[in-house]
């Protein structure tokens, strides 16, 4: 009975766990706004200009998506040099997307550097994404084609379920979810209650 609970767990568990890297997803899927950040109505009392290079102020980008959802954008500063129009240097990036579900999806990065021409985000650094039903992913560096609906990250992934945590060296998402592909000493740590217990219990791996 006991192998029966645990193989039921395991078989709504994982699908569930595995799911929650969609917040990735979600957040790829919703990066062209970025593109927009570099056609905000100017304001001179944020502009900093060294050299080359113009660093606007605390750039914020609201708006709804095209089915409707909401969403936000904002940066600490947002650099452009002239030499290299088509590139939009981010720091302190944090983005904020209401899913088809009503979920809501916040995305954060120490740094972010949006190509327009490839239409590309490179996220730099504390990587953070969270949804509003309980999951949270972390990476440490991850690379988003926005077209493609392609995300790349070869540094270590951590996900928090529900019920447990899962590791990866790298993880590969393509065509917007259709394969997601956890990658290099993989683990899956769940959690499981026992009947008539209400404190978790080590699954297994």
């Known amino acids: 009975m006991r192998h029966s609970r645990f193989v039921r767990f395991l078989r709504l568990a994982i699908p569930v766990g595995i799911a929650c890297i969609f917040l990735i997803i979600g957040a790829a899927a919703y990066f062209n706004p970025f593109r927009n950040l570099a056609k905000l109505p100017i304001d001179p009392s944020k502009l900093v200009i060294s050299g080359t290079k113009i660093t606007m102020e605390a750039p914020r980008l609201a708006g709804y ?122 683990q899956m740590d769940l959690q499981m209650k026992s009947s008539g217990d209400e404190k978790p219990k080590a699954a297994g791996r």
């Not at 290299?84 to 972010?112: C, F, W, Y």
């Not at 550097?113 to 969270?130: G, M, R």
């Open 65 to 186: 998506t095209r089915d409707d959802r909401p969403y936000e954008v904002t940066a600490r500063a947002a650099a452009q040099d002239l030499s290299k129009p088509g590139v939009l240097e981010l720091k302190v990036i944090h983005a904020r997307v209401e899913m088809q579900n009503k979920a809501v999806i916040e995305l954060s990065a120490d740094t972010g550097v949006y190509d327009t021409k490839a239409d590309t985000l490179h996220l730099i650094d504390n990587i953070v994404l969270t949804s509003s039903t309980g999951y949270k992913g972390r990476l440490l560096d991850a690379l988003i084609e926005v077209k493609k609906g392609r995300v790349v990250s070869e540094l270590p992934v951590e996900v928090e379920m529900l019920d447990g945590l899962l590791n990866a060296n790298g993880v590969e998402v393509i065509e917007n979810g259709a394969l997601v592909r956890f990658v290099g000493g993989v």
